[in-house]
């Protein structure tokens, strides 16, 4: 069984930063990418940054400039730095982890911007 479990969500001004973390746990092999998802009210979840193990990495481009993914192979961890950040940034974010054949999604963190 494989567990995801993520950190860093919180309430942050516009203009600020926060930095998410995602640990992936369990009988996990052969990684393809890991990456983060958000999922606004009324929205449906969209890709904000991937990384894959061969270092291919992709930005929507509403953050490109202003995130930024890495990755910890030896940890199986990802994180995801959010600078400058905007009230339209407001979502819960998913780490999402593609392994062999499978898919596995974190619980979801929220971030907020306040205005």
């Known amino acids: 069984q494989v567990q995801l479990v993520e950190s860093g969500g919180g309430l942050v001004q516009a203009g600020g930063s926060l930095r998410l973390s995602c640990a992936a746990s369990?009988?996990?092999?052969?990684?393809?990418?890991m990456g983060w998802y958000r999922q606004a009210p009324g929205k449906q979840r969209e890709l904000v940054a991937i990384?894959?193990?061969?270092?291919?990495?992709n930005y929507a481009d509403s953050v490109k400039g202003r995130f930024t993914i890495s990755r910890d192979n030896a940890k199986n961890t990802v994180y995801l730095q959010m600078n400058s950040l905007k009230p339209e940034d407001t979502a819960v974010y998913y780490c999402?982890?593609?392994?062999?054949?499978?898919?596995?999604w974190g619980q979801g963190t929220q971030v907020t911007v306040s205005s």
């Open positions: 369990g009988n996990i092999f052969r990684i393809n990418a």
């Open positions: 990384v894959t193990t061969g270092g291919y990495i």
């Open positions: 999402n982890l593609s392994w062999g054949q499978s898919t596995s």
